[in-house]
């Protein structure tokens, strides 16, 4: 290590960042919109109306439904509608089938347990399952989000390693002042939400834990990881039918108990294995917003035809209480209004850090070309994936939310198409990067998302009888503070574009050639 340790960290800051910097830089940005996931949802699918329920009356409302169109199912799944989720879902595993695939969702009125139509939308659950499936077969895309996450936590490290005067240089922005400014920025951004950076990483790995460390799961239970989670979470175990008919109690009932567990706390999810049967058996699981530590002990199991209590809530052993508690600080569903702010804007600093630390690479080596006139084509090729992967990424955000709003409600799979067209406008994005010059590039994508974002509220309001102004009148802030985000990112991304604008404008073009091209370059990453 001829060069020194803090060079050596540099160097491998600089690569581990750029190499996974344009994955981290999705992973981010879809990991900060999932924080509004049940938000996001609820604008997706403006028909289901956001007011107070009563758990008691939706649970019984979900059983009578469940009853008359899933009787002969082995396994239900009932989510409890809240405050953020206005919806109450029904879920059941089709007789016969196994797997993912088996499952048939639908959404029930909470006030009248009538199934509401509707439209097909995976809503804020895409940006979600995206963020750490990478819309990839499982588990590659959770292994490939993994270690982009441990790159990251590497890139934390050795970041404040090289960067020994880091906090001293947090105090200094050089407004004007090309690489400088966006390496005062990156430093600004980095510290600020520090402490936040790191965590995400490392929770991220913790909540894989299991996937990613699985050596002594495979010495202990040969590699069967069901048996693994059957022990530690006995409530869990899959119950086996005895085939004698027996009516299942009243899931209401059930409820007063179970809520008793709790004071003050919340059921938020309910499942009934073998219903019908004589071995049927209901578990209530506490609302993991109730806690910051996922607590997975909280849950208690009853015999579904007698009442009896078969598994109460138990303490956790500590490493589940710390994993839990990791956990829950990634997920952040303990957090309210204004936490949830503070999360979602400390998810824009990781992505900024990422996004900057990209521009700052291609920058500095297009300086050291500068003087040849000659750029390489590694450095086009770097420019071309961090437009698509900031400015297009945030365009195909953008075209997620018109497609939910443009395809017609009553289209087959249209929820596919909604995803379908996220990628197309993202493929499109790289095309267009790749046929524009870098700074042309930038200003059009970065527009066209800035109008996308800024007219939002404009088409919601044609397309549905949701808009701002009805939204406002009725108190749904859910449905209007997605509208209200969205015009609030197109005006911001219309500033961004005035100032790349005015910044080429402003590009002087000095007598020397050298000094031109550089003045050229400067402008071009502004």
Known sequence: MREGFRQAMAWLHTWAGLVFGWLLFAIFLTGTLSYFKEEISHWAQPELPLRAVDGRASLEHAQRYLQANAGQSSRWFIGLPDEREPALTVMWQDPGKTGRGSFTRKTLDPLTGTEVQARDSRGGDFFYRFHYELQMGYPWGRWLSSLAAMVMFVTLITGIITHKKIFKEFFTFRPGKGARSWLDGHNAVGVLVLPFHLMISYSSLVIFMTMLMPASIVTRYGGDTQAFFNDLFPGGARVVAAGQAAPLLPLGSLYERAEQQWPGGRIGRVS???????????SFNRHGGDSVSRDLGAAITFNGVTGATLEQPRASATPMVIGGTFYGLHMGLFAG??????????????????????????????LKHARSGVRPLELRLVEVLNIASMAGLLLAVAG???????????????????VDTFFVVWLLCLVHALLRKGPTAWVEQLSLAALAFAALPVLNLLTTEQGLPASIAAGDWVMAGVDLSALGCGLLLAWVVLKLRRRATAVVQPKDRAARVRTMVEGEVQ
Do not use: C
């Open 272 to 282: 009934v294995q073998a219903p019908g049967d004589v071995n049927a058996q209901v």
């Open 337 to 366: 209004p204004v936490l949830r702010w503070l999360y979602f804007l400390s998810g824009v600093g990781s992505t900024l850090l990422i996004g900057t630390g990209l521009v700052m690479w291609l920058n500095k080596r297009q």
């Open 400 to 418: 997620f939310f018109w497609a939910n709003r443009l395809i017609p409600v009553a289209t087959p799979g249209r929820a596919g198409l909604e």
